[in-house]
């Protein structure tokens, strides 16, 4: 099993900055790749970023050039930092990550993005 714990949410105003982490623990070596997703309740999920073990990375085209993901194995983290921040960014954001079983997610952190 692996346990993902995100942290870093909060409230910012437009143009605002925050870097969210993602914490993982348990059985990791077989994951094979991570991303974080973001989620407004009427919405579905919605891919935000992935980053492979390799370090390649991919980005939805709504946060291109604002986000950043970026990967620490020494300390088993992931991190997501949002520049630029838009009201529409406002949404719980899940850490995610896949082996060839199954995909874990963390239990989400709340991002808002208000005047």
């Known amino acids: 099993q692996v346990q993902l714990v995100e942290s870093g949410g909060g409230l910012v105003q437009p143009g605002g900055s925050l870097r969210l982490s993602c914490a993982a623990s348990g059985t990791i070596l077989r994951i094979y790749v991570m991303g974080w997703y973001r989620q407004v309740p009427e919405r579905q999920r919605e891919l935000v970023a992935t980053?492979?073990?390799?370090?390649?990375?991919n980005y939805a085209d709504a946060v291109k050039g604002r986000f950043t993901i970026s990967r620490d194995n020494a300390n088993n983290t992931m991190y997501l930092q949002m520049n630029s921040l838009k009201p529409e960014d406002t949404a719980v954001y899940y850490c995610?990550?896949?082996?060839?079983?199954?995909?874990?997610w963390g239990q989400g952190t709340q991002v808002t993005v208000s005047s």
């Open positions: 995610n990550a896949k082996d060839i079983k199954r995909d874990y």
């Open positions: 980053i492979s073990n390799g370090g390649n990375s």
